[in-house]
């Protein structure tokens, strides 16, 4: 069974890089799988930040797409999300999720709330 | 890239149905069968309930089931239970990006 950790500060400052990394066990990042960033501010809804294959392809949402950086480090088994000029909007649970062959968000990981605020 | 609208809230009785509606445009939902469904308690991460519109991964009950017609998805449970209140989440894939829907609360009268 394959279970996904996410990691990284809790409180970012405005302006400044939020960083989070996502560990992967019980299953290879080498697989034939993607792996997404999804978001979620307190009291909304999810947002899809971005992906990335195991040989580094990656997609973003075009809303996000200038400020967002995922990348994988297949010697560590996981991948990571860097958000550059954060803002107050940006305060969100953040999950990672490995995708299924269909488009589907199949595993999730239990989300890490990231604080933007000084 | 708009999130997909749902209903904000849905409610039945516990036994009764409640069908979500989630509608799109032609470059999301209408052109690709890959919308799924995700379920949310309060404070947990997201579970899959539906994928490819209207498959179950092992493990969820058969009373949810998923359809699409054109621009517009939907998920019917059947047979309410109480443990069935939670928030539902549509998504789909609309070409090299994602896109969720709004959201709809579902709660057990």
């Known amino acids: 069974q394959v279970q996904l950790q996410e990691s990284g500060p809790g409180l970012v400052k405005p302006s400044g890089t939020l960083s989070l990394t996502c560990a992967v066990s019980?299953?290879?990042?080498?697989?034939?799988?993607?792996w997404s960033w999804v978001r979620q501010p307190p009291g909304k809804g999810l947002e899809w930040i971005g992906e990335?294959?195991?040989?580094?392809?990656?997609n973003y949402n075009p809303s996000l797409k200038s400020r967002v950086t995922i990348s994988v480090d297949k010697s560590k088994n996981h991948f990571s999300l860097k958000l550059s000029s954060v803002t107050a909007a940006d305060t969100a649970v953040y999950y990672c999720?490995?995708?299924?062959?269909?488009?589907?968000?199949?595993?999730w990981g239990q989300g890490t709330l990231v604080t933007v605020s000084s | 890239q708009s999130a997909l609208t749902q209903p904000p809230s849905a409610s039945g009785s516990p036994g009764q149905s409640v069908t979500i509606s989630c509608t799109g445009t032609s470059s999301d939902v209408g052109n690709y069968n890959y919308v799924s469904w995700y379920q949310q308690h309060p404070g947990k991460a997201p579970k899959l309930m539906i994928y490819e519109v209207s498959k179950r991964p092992s493990g969820v009950p058969d009373r949810f089931s998923g359809s699409k017609s054109g621009n517009t998805a939907s998920l019917t449970v059947s047979g309410l239970q109480a443990e069935d209140e939670a928030d539902y989440y549509c998504?789909?894939?609309?070409?090299?990006?994602?896109?969720f829907g709004t959201g709809t609360k579902v709660t057990v009268l």
């Open positions: 990335i294959y195991h040989s580094g392809t990656t």
């Open positions: 019980g299953g290879s990042i080498s697989s034939s799988n993607w």
């Open positions: 999720a490995r995708e299924g062959p269909d488009a589907e968000f199949h595993y």
């Open positions: 998504s789909s894939y609309a070409g090299s990006y994602y896109v």
